[in-house]
């Protein structure tokens, strides 16, 4: 039998969907759901028959909107629901959304007080809607789980892990885990070794996997943790809320709104969070945009080298997301802080490289380079398939 997935990515105001089949040859039906709960919310995406639409639903809410794009799959029905959730806690893998399961989806909410919420929106409207269908949760943490407690305590006192749960997690799981698995079987050695991930969206992170299992991630505790990235901060002295807070009378909500939506490449620019723009202004000769391209590599490299301890050796780097699959001068530029580890790219090969395809990128000397494209929907159907045995 070959199933159909149904994978849901939902956020407080909008939904992601994809129906993923297993004929990996067939049009992925896929679109999103955005402003919903508002007068705005409008549905747009790819019909069965690869047309786009889009379609408004005034007020509709998340299990109005899935209800509309179900009837739209026509007679592609599903077999089972697979759901992003951001936080896990310790959830270490894939697991069927029971009673037990949500309980603990709701415990991490104070750990992802704005993505857990929207989430159990998402599996509640399904349930509702499919009370008969397995419904199947992917954590962005899971696959961090194997991290070994040197790299996710952190050194503050031991009260706040024990009791409060302070810790590293690191988020994106589902991506360094389908990247790493790929780019090792493309170099012929799946799930061996030592490879280093960068995921560039609008938000980034680095990992290091040994032999398939993450054992270092930049991000930490929340999404904050790491690079530099669209619009948040990534690392800063932890005394800056101290010091803005006594210099500018900030109060905490400010600051921590400050360094997630209004710092990263945005704060370094003044230009924008979006790397194509970025790199527009930057041939223009903007200033700021060149410096926050650069700081942007800089620090990507520092993680990169940084999570490498984790590795007995490094096998291997892999690119991937919007940025990480479409920005040759962004490879280029990250590699060149990394001849100290013996990285050495091609300019002809990176320059080259057909976007949206996997390929090699080295020089042909030192740790292989490659460019991946990411596909956490595609990771997420298939880690459903297994769970829910569909
Ligand atoms: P998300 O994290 O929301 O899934 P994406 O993985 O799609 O985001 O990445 C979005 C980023 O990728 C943006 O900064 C965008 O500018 C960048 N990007 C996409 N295409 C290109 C390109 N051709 N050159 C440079 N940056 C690109």
Redesign the pocket.
Known sequence: MVSNILVINCGSSSLKYALVSEKTDELRIQGLAENLGSENARIKGITPTGESFEQNVPNADHEKALTIILNGLADHKPDAIGHRIVHGGTISESVLLTEEALKRIQDAIPLAPLHNPANLLGVKATQTLFPDLPQVGVFDTAFHQSMPAHAYRYAVPKFLYTEHNVRRYGFHGTSHAFVSERGSELAGAKNQGGWLTA??????STCAIWNGKSVDTSMGLTPLEGLVM?TRSGDVDPSLHNFIATNLGWDLAKVTKMLNNESG?LGLSGV????????EAADNGNEDAVLAIEVFCYRLAKSLAGVSCGLPKIDGLIF???????????REKTVGYLGNLGFNISKEKNDSLK?GTAGQVDAGTGPQIWVVP?D?EGRIAQETRAVAKV
């Open positions: 995921h560039l969206g609008n938000g980034s669209g490449l924008s969070n979006d790397m194509r723009t970025l790199m991937t997301g919007g940025i990480g699959e479409n920005a040759a001068l962004i976007r990411t956490e």
